[in-house]
């Protein structure tokens, strides 16, 4: 059982500034969340969490400049929101084929690759039906990216020695308490996300019935399923919005339905944080022009977050495909259905081999290489503190 003395230990909260409650808080909300998911109560790391940082916040009202400097929300959010913009316009396309991909199963495939997708996205649905879904993300990526980004520089600041040197242990721990605060985000973004991306490909497959009728008998040399087209009236997409969604899943299920697969996006976003920022700080520190001079050029933490997302991307990417199934409430025509993460390895592995676990791998590295590029390039340029110094901000925080 926890109690407020371990909560104390675990947080060290002396001297810690409003913003790093507040990341404080996210990561022992997380946990919280985690056992309402699953139908457990909240009981008391919550509860400590909050004892703790409801005793600490009234006696903590003085901070040294450096502190404000080192961890500065605002400008953060303003980084994140930046980064997340940008980047998810420029490849959300890809990421609606990476959800396509790892949906369909072997047997029912639709789509043989990105571009197949893609094509058949236009086709069907239009230009714009390749950003179905974007509207959550644009909404929730600018939390998601400040959350993850931030922590990772609070969790790497607190577990620092007097020199501000960390080991490659700490990197990792740090890494690894970023990917829990940034999934009380990103699990009900993805929830949405996904479902609205998915739409397009059930009624593309309802379209098109698999017939027994194989090649063979038409003459061909090679038994590939031939597909005969439905002469019944085509389905149309049913459009639902994202607040529609969210209205429908709190009304049947309660928060606990927007947070579906929480275990599965931690398991995906935890490893992905451990290796993506010790990796991407070690590139970093390879373009520093010298001891003395520590700046990194803007193409260079660009080149950093490109490969060092990804690595961590491909590495992860069995874990994104378990999610992903988890998370998709309609499923297609035969499609299975899981009960949990150990049930959905089990079924995958049975039905579609070790393969399937890497479905969108490579989608998914298109989406993330230049997404975390440009993060990190809006990051370390410092394009929130810039602007702060040009806004009101500025003569609060002095």
């Not at 400590?48 to 953060?76: D, G, H, R, W, Y």
């Not at 990421?95 to 029912?108: P, V």
């Not at 520190?285 to 001079?293: A, N």
């Not at 089990?346 to 890497?358: D, Q, S, V």
Request: net charge positive; glycine share 8%.
């Amino acid at each position: 059982m926890w109690a407020e003395p371990d909560a104390k230990l675990i947080l060290n909260p002396a001297g810690l500034s409003f913003p790093s409650l507040y990341i404080t808080l996210l990561f022992f909300s997380t946990l919280a969340l985690l056992r309402v998911s699953q139908g457990l109560p909240a009981s008391s790391p919550s509860a400590a969490c909050f004892v703790t940082l409801t005793n600490f916040c009234t006696c903590q009202k003085q901070e040294t400049m450096a502190q404000q400097q080192q961890i500065s929300l605002p400008a953060k959010l303003i980084n994140g929101g930046i980064a997340g913009m940008v980047g998810v316009t420029c490849v959300f396309p890809i990421d609606l084929a990476k959800t396509r991909l790892q949906n369909q199963r072997s047997g029912q495939q639709m789509y043989k690759n990105m571009m197949d997708c893609l094509i058949k996205t236009v086709k069907s649905e239009g230009y714009f039906g390749m950003y179905r879904g974007a509207a959550v993300n644009l909404t929730l990526v600018t939390p998601e990216k400040a959350i993850k980004l931030a922590a990772n520089d609070f969790f790497r600041h607190q577990l620092s020695n007097d020199t501000g040197r960390l080991t490659v242990f700490k990197e990792m721990l740090a890494g690894c308490c970023a990917g829990m605060c940034q999934v009380i985000i990103t699990t009900p973004m993805e929830m949405l996300k996904i479902q609205l991306q998915d739409a397009g490909r059930i009624v593309a497959q309802q379209r098109v019935m698999p017939s027994v009728v194989t090649t063979l008998k038409m003459g061909g040399t090679s038994a590939v399923l031939s597909r005969s087209y439905n002469t019944a009236p085509t389905p149309q997409v049913i459009r639902m919005s994202a607040i529609e969604l969210t209205r429908e899943l709190l009304r049947t299920k309660g928060v606990a339905g927007l947070y579906r697969g929480l275990g599965a996006t931690l398991m995906r976003d935890i490893p992905f944080s451990v290796v993506y920022f010790p990796l991407f700080a070690h590139l970093q520190q390879l373009g520093q022009h010298s001891s003395e001079d520590l700046s990194v050029p803007f193409y260079w933490s660009f080149m950093s977050g490109c490969l060092a997302g990804s690595v961590a991307a491909v590495a992860v990417s069995p874990c994104d495909v378990v999610k992903t199934r988890l998370q998709s409430l309609k499923k297609g025509s035969n499609e299975e259905t899981y009960n949990g993460v150990v049930d959905c390895i089990r079924k995958i592995l049975r039905k579609e081999g070790p393969r399937a676990f890497l479905k969108g791998a490579s989608c998914r590295a298109l989406v993330i290489a230049p997404l975390f590029g440009i993060a990190q390039v809006v990051y370390c340029v410092g394009v929130g503190e810039f602007l702060l110094e040009y806004t009101p901000y500025n003569i609060y925080s002095a």
